[in-house]
């Protein structure tokens, strides 16, 4: 179940996914599938970069570093 769906029974995504289903409209359900994942991005980069505005103390690991630490860890 789609969280859009889930949400939506004030007019927003979730509606436009599940008037896609009633009336069996896969432009619709694409639209809203789309609509959400895009909204879903762009409300996580705006946390991360809320997340590393207020906490600059953090250390902001890599992929690469994390890797390493991991395939350590894993050798022990």
Do not use: F
Not at 23 to 30: A, D, F, G, M, S
Not at 51 to 70: H, Y
């Amino acid at each position: 179940v789609s969280v859009g769906m889930l949400i939506g029974n004030a007019g927003a995504l979730g509606n436009l996914l599940n008037s896609g289903m009633i009336y069996h409209q896969p432009r619709l359900v694409w639209l809203s599938v789309i609509g959400t994942a895009v909204l879903a991005l762009l409300v996580d980069a705006a946390l991360i970069g809320l997340r590393v505005l207020l906490t600059p103390w953090m250390p902001r690991g890599t992929r690469k570093n994390a890797r390493t630490l991991a395939v350590k860890e894993a050798a022990r």
